[in-house]
Each structure stands twice: as structure tokens, then as C-alpha cells.
């Protein structure tokens, strides 16, 4: 069984045993969490059920395993022939979380 949820204006695949590496969440490592805003539900064969936005009664259960940070990208801007070059680095904050359970109620 899959879900597909949606946190931090971002849409991920779920199943359960799974790790995932969402946008920071305001919990402490352990703490367990229940994603309600789920888009779409599969078992991995015919029925898939779509939701309008979402699907009813269904979740997703997870735990928080650390938060941490990603690698770093460079932002690189140029205009040529202006002699204009800006350099800047960034490090997106995330949170690892553990999929529990897919439910369907």
C-alpha cells in the first residue's frame, strides 16, 4: 500500500519502512506524526483511489528520525559584459522521517 501526501507545499510518495526527507516539521526526534493531507492512495496493483483535493479518511503515520541540513548549492549570477558576478551558497533544512503506516478508514 502507497500514499501519496502532501506537507511544506511539497508532494512525496509513501509506503511503509520507507525514509523520506521532508521540509522542516516543528517536532522532536521520536515523536511520531499523522499527515492527513493525502492527494492519492494505491495498493500496487488495480485500485487506486484519487482524492478531490484529498482522499477521506486517509493518513499517513511516521516518525521523526533528525533534522539536518543539505548539501550546499552555489547560486551563481553574471550579466556579461557588466562586470557584474554575485556568488551565494545555500543549505536547505530538512526532516527524516520513518513511514509507520499507510491507513484507510
Known sequence: MYAVFKTGGKQFRAEPGTKLRVPT??????????????????????????????????SVKAEVLRHGREKKIIVFKRKRRKGYRKKQGHRQDFTEIRIDEVALT
Open 25 to 58: 516539521l516543528d517536532f522532536e526526534p521520536g515523536a511520531s506524526v499523522v499527515f492527513d493531507f493525502v492527494l492519492l492512495t494505491g495498493d500496487g496493483e488495480a485500485t487506486v483511489q484519487v482524492g478531490s483535493p484529498t482522499v477521506a479518511g486517509a
